[in-house]
C-alpha cells in the first residue's frame, strides 16, 4: 500500500492502483495542529455510473460509494469527501478518548517503586505522551532521544510513543504491542511556509529520521531505549517493558 509516487499536489500520491489522500487531521478537538494520515482510495465507473471505496489503515476502518445518474462520476468525489470528513475525523477522536481511558496512567516496578513511568493523552499532541521515565530513581526520558539532551532542562523535551505495528499474542489472548518513543524539543524550529513558517523548508520534524536507526540510542546488551512493549488485556494496557534494561511496570490505581 506504498506511494508509487507523487504528483504536483502536496497531498496527493499514486499508488498500484491506489489513488492516496494525504488528510491533514486534527490531533484533537478543535486543534489547529494536525498530523498526516493517509487515506488509500480506488475510483471507476463510466458514464451514468460511478464508484469508490476508501480504506484508513490509520484507523482500520474503510468504506464505498456506488452512485448511478447523470452526475454520478463527480458526485462519488463530493460523496468521498463527505464520508471521509464525518468518519475518519470521527474515528480519530474516539482513537484519543480510547487511549486516555484505557492507556493513559502510571506504571511501577512491583520490585523498586523508584522504578516507573507516566503516559498521558496531551492537548495539541498526537500519540501517548511520556510524562515521566524513571530507573532507579533516575530520570532517564532524554535517553529516548539521545544522550546529549540530559543537558537540557526537562521542559524543552517531548516524548510520544507511536505504535510500530510489530504485534503478538499472549496464549491467553493478550497483547504485546511494539511502540518506539520519538522525542522532540520545545519550542519546535521554525517550519515551512505551507505550515505557517517563513522559509521553504522544515526541520521541526527531523526526529523521525533518527527512528530508521539511532545508534545513541542502543544500549550495551543491543537493546532500544526508545522501544517500548506494551501489555494490552481485554482493551486495556496493564504492563509496559522496557527491554533496554529489562524492567517490567504494571499499571496503579
Given amino acids: 500500500m506504498k506511494p508509487k509516487g507523487l504528483e504536483s499536489s502536496i497531498v496527493w500520491a499514486v499508488g498500484a492502483p491506489w489513488e492516496i489522500n494525504r488528510l491533514t487531521l486534527p490531533v484533537s478537538a478543535n486543534s489547529t495542529r494536525t498530523r498526516i494520515s493517509d487515506?488509500?482510495?480506488?475510483?471507476?465507473?463510466?458514464?451514468?455510473?460511478?464508484t469508490l471505496f476508501a480504506l484508513s489503515p490509520d484507523h482500520k476502518i474503510g468504506y464505498s460509494v456506488l452512485v448511478a445518474g447523470p452526475a454520478a462520476l463527480q458526485d462519488r468525489?463530493?460523496?468521498?469527501?463527505?464520508?471521509?470528513?464525518?468518519?475518519?475525523?470521527?474515528?480519530?477522536?474516539?482513537?484519543?478518548?480510547?487511549?486516555?481511558?484505557?492507556?493513559?496512567?502510571?506504571?511501577?516496578?512491583?520490585?523498586n517503586s523508584t522504578t516507573n513511568l507516566t503516559l498521558s493523552i496531551a492537548e495539541d499532541r498526537p500519540a501517548l505522551?511520556?510524562?515521566?521515565?524513571?530507573?532507579?530513581?533516575?530520570?532517564?526520558?532524554?535517553a529516548v532521544y539521545s544522550p546529549d539532551a540530559a543537558t537540557l532542562p526537562p521542559q524543552n523535551l517531548t516524548v510520544q510513543l507511536y505504535p510500530t505495528n510489530l504485534n503478538s499474542r499472549y496464549a491467553n489472548g493478550s497483547q504485546l504491542l511494539t511502540y518506539r518513543g520519538v522525542g522532540g524539543l520545545t519550542p519546535?524550529?521554525?517550519?515551512?511556509?505551507?505550515?505557517?513558517?517563513?522559509?521553504?523548508?522544515?526541520?521541526?520534524?527531523?526526529?523521525?529520521?533518527?527512528?530508521?536507526?539511532?545508534?545513541?540510542?542502543?544500549?550495551d546488551t543491543g537493546e532500544f531505549y526508545d522501544t517500548f512493549l506494551l501489555v494490552v488485556e481485554d482493551g486495556k494496557l496493564i504492563k509496559v517493558i522496557l527491554p533496554s534494561v529489562n524492567v517490567t511496570m504494571e499499571r496503579v490505581a
Fill in 188 to 219: 519546535a524550529p521554525p517550519r515551512a511556509l505551507i505550515d505557517g513558517g517563513s522559509t521553504l523548508f522544515d526541520d521541526s520534524c527531523i526526529s523521525w529520521f533518527n527512528t530508521a536507526f539511532n545508534e545513541d540510542t542502543i544500549t
Fill in 129 to 142: 505522551n511520556l510524562d515521566s521515565l524513571y530507573v532507579l530513581g533516575f530520570d532517564v526520558r532524554f
Fill in 39 to 50: 487515506l488509500y482510495t480506488k475510483s471507476g465507473g463510466q458514464a451514468g455510473y460511478g
Fill in 77 to 111: 468525489w463530493t460523496l468521498r469527501a463527505i464520508a471521509g470528513q464525518s468518519f475518519v475525523v470521527a474515528a480519530e477522536h474516539a482513537g484519543r478518548k480510547n487511549a486516555a481511558l484505557n492507556f493513559a496512567g502510571t506504571f511501577i516496578d512491583p520490585t
